[in-house]
């Protein structure tokens, strides 16, 4: 016994330490013999049963298929036991893991929606145009317009080809964002691609997912973005995206945008040029719905004695389309105060207008507050009025998909489908049909022309949204508007619409061209954006060389734009500004967006006191007149005055003939000239009522007004009246 090992008395000597319990019989189980039979097992001595049968308490094994428990399985005289005692664990033990399965089953897909998968780094800014085109190379290109230069997110525009991207720095490199050729006339994409990084350009290192080479998927069509997200951030300079394959009968064209975030360089002494900090601390980032009403809520509450927060009608889906009033006497029209407006959000899509009216009305209000004599001037004088969000129903499209994925179109239109920039009445063909009969201004009015009778029936095709806006226009007497849109960087002036209606562009000047084209070059010039000498192209057109402004029909017709139907309609000038060569920016390039458009905001509202204001008034009573006419000798557009009797008539400097006149009373006209300086020159009248025998109203009461204006007036009664409720 002296050489007999431990290991092989314990099995023996354990059963006579601990106590037998009672047999019991296991039932017999598919393919178990009965001991003694032939194919059976060998009976093992009592002992040993009762061994296999304590032992479990003790170990309490909680995988019965666990690897320390198939040497026991295999063993000729204890198998028996032991497949007893682990039916009955193993019974328990599902009853428990069941039990515990069942109570947490329900919790988990609650929490799988609150942590949505986000990309954490920014654009580089081949969309936004901050990567330059040095920054890009591509292995071909079929022509240069097709070039390197080209393959950005939303431009308008074999498996070894490649498009490569120097980020000119470190950089921790996380996604890659898709898109295909900008064509009507050919399909192309890529539907699969790899990425590869480096660091010099000769060492190149694909991404991997594990130990494979990545494959991302590419697109579908050429419009929609993908996005596709690295599978662990890579840190480098260079990155290529390498097709691996495209849409059948079609070739490698892609649009891109990289996701990264710049690292600082080691190896670089010299500073990394950053974009100045705004010195403005507002809210920069991007404003869903809710969150946009908050922020208007919380500039009224800060500044209650110059704002105002007021709807002007409901989107289809029954969203209200929010005004901030910013004046010294909130909800009160003043004699020779001067109305200006800023609309943002036509299109749901190009959100920077949405955002800078934001900012500006908190800049606007806190500057007032803080003393800056500039603003405080511009908001005691001027009555200012901001539509952050025109088409609130396209947003939230555009919104839920984010700023790189939401494409050039999506959230484009309204709820219904409808382009609001071209639902307006075209007012322009029936003034040009006018003119070409020598009808205006005698026969046919050159301003205030009447909404067409087709456009009030109650099957017309007009949004909601228009509707609101029209009639916004009629309650407040607007001098001067700005449009302000995303997608080019280029400032935009009336006429939008061909004069010639088959010809896709033509220049159509309005008879005030001069005081537009001023107004649109004090947008232009004083955006930093647009006047820098290193900015490139947006897509294909160059305005720099007409100073980043253009005549509207001249760069594409708009027939039934809000900018035609504004001066046509109503006293109202109005500008479009393309902001920026993407529609809907990072929210990090808001605060350099912001420093771009600032000082431009403000000159063009300044730009409301040019030219010459009075009040119309009667001879006899000194009470207002309103609807007065005001002509301009030269001109062949007239304005009217507003309820007051007073108006306000943009011109540009110089000495004029200005005549007024009203129905019963005889016109008045005398010289009126207009300074250099942003000084509006007063310019008032009397008018006498004119002697008409046998009239039995020329002693007195109110005349009724003339017909154009009567007819104006029926067919916006008619309008109102087949408003659809959303």
Request: proline share 10%; with cysteine.
């Amino acid at each position: 016994m002296a050489g007999v090992p431990l290991s092989l008395l314990l099995p023996l000597l354990l059963p006579l330490l601990l106590p037998v319990p009672p047999a019991r019989a296991a039932p017999p189980r598919p393919g178990a013999t009965a001991m003694g039979t032939p194919g059976g097992t060998a009976p093992g001595p009592p002992n040993s049963t009762a061994a296999a049968t304590a032992a479990p308490p003790n170990t309490a094994p909680s995988n019965p298929a666990a690897p320390e428990r198939l040497p026991e399985r295999g063993a000729g005289t204890t198998a028996a036991a032991p497949r007893r005692k682990l039916v009955r664990v193993k019974v328990v033990r599902k009853k428990v893991v069941k039990k515990k399965v069942l109570k947490k089953r329900p919790k988990a897909p609650a929490k799988e929606p609150a942590a949505p998968q986000e990309p954490s780094c920014p654009p580089l800014g081949l969309e936004s145009l901050r990567v330059q085109d040095s920054q890009l190379r591509a292995s071909s290109h079929k022509r240069y317009g097709l070039g390197a230069h080209r393959g950005r997110l939303n431009i308008q525009e074999d498996a070894g080809q490649w498009l490569e991207v120097d980020a000119r720095g470190p950089t921790n490199f996380t996604g890659v964002i898709t898109q295909g050729l900008n064509s009507i006339w050919t399909y192309d994409w890529v539907t699969s691609y790899k990425v590869q990084v480096s660091n010099d350009t000769y060492t190149w290192h694909p991404c991997r997912n594990g130990t494979e080479e990545a494959v991302f998927p590419g697109n579908k069509d050429p419009e929609t973005p993908v996005l596709n997200l690295l599978p662990q951030p890579v840190v480098a300079r260079y990155l290529r995206i390498n097709p691996q394959s495209w849409f059948p009968n079609g070739t490698i064209c892609l649009r891109a945008e990289v996701l990264g975030c710049p690292l600082p360089d080691p190896n670089n002494i010299y500073a990394q040029h950053r974009q100045p900090l705004p010195t403005s601390k507002l809210d920069f980032r991007h404003h869903n719905y809710k969150e946009m009403r908050k922020l208007m809520k919380r500039v009224s509450d800060e500044c209650p004695d110059i704002t105002r927060v007021y709807s002007i009608g409901k989107s289809y889906l029954g969203l209200k389309m929010y005004v901030m009033e910013i004046s010294d006497n909130p909800g009160q029209h003043e004699v020779g105060e001067p109305e200006f407006r800023y609309v943002a959000g036509m299109h749901g899509n190009e959100v920077l207008g949405r955002e800078l009216l934001l900012n500006l009305m908190e800049y606007l209000c806190r500057e007032f507050r803080a003393g800056n004599p500039r603003v405080v001037q511009l908001v005691t004088e001027t009555r200012i009025h901001l539509l952050p969000s025109m088409n609130p129903d396209g947003y939230e499209t555009a919104y839920k998909l984010g700023s790189e994925l939401s494409g050039w179109a999506m959230g484009r239109w309204t709820y219904e489908g409808i382009d609001l920039n071209h639902n307006f009445a075209d007012l322009n063909t029936a003034l040009w049909d006018a003119e070409d009969n020598d009808l205006v201004p005698h026969d046919f009015p050159n301003h205030y022309i009447p909404i067409p009778e087709y456009y009030t029936f109650a099957n017309a095709t007009v949004a909601p949204e228009t509707r609101a806006v029209i009639d916004w226009m009629q309650r407040y007497p607007f001098v001067l508007s700005a449009n302000l849109h995303g997608g080019e960087l280029v400032v935009t002036y009336p006429f939008d619409m061909t004069r010639t209606y088959w010809k896709a562009q033509e220049l159509t000047p309005t008879a005030d061209d001069g005081v537009f084209r001023w107004l649109a070059t004090v947008y232009a010039t004083s955006n930093l954006a647009m006047a820098s000498e290193e900015r490139r192209l947006c897509h294909y057109d160059d305005f720099t060389r007409f100073g980043n402004i253009i005549n509207g029909a001249n760069w594409h017709t708009v027939p039934g734009s809000m900018n035609d139907f504004s001066y046509l309609h109503t006293n109202c000038f109005e500008i479009t500004v393309e902001l920026s060569c993407d529609k809907f920016p990072h929210a990090s390039e808001l605060p350099a967006e912001w420093e771009n458009n600032r000082e431009s905001l403000l000159l063009y509202m300044e730009q409301v006191h040019r030219g010459i204001k009075g009040v119309v008034r009667d001879g006899d009573t000194e009470e207002g007149i309103a609807n007065a006419i005001i002509s301009v000798d030269g001109i062949n557009h007239d304005i009217r005055t507003a309820l007051d009797g007073d108006y306000w008539r943009l011109l540009n400097p110089g000495e004029y003939e200005v005549t007024a006149r009203a129905e019963g009373y005889e016109a008045a006209t005398q010289p009126c000239r207009v300074p250099f300086e942003n000084v509006p020159t007063p310019c008032s009248f009397r008018l006498h009522r004119a002697p008409r025998p046998g009239n039995p109203r020329q002693g007195g009461g109110r005349l009724p007004p003339d017909p154009p204006l009567r007819l104006q007036r029926q067919r916006l009664r008619r309008l109102r009246a087949h408003r659809r409720a959303p």
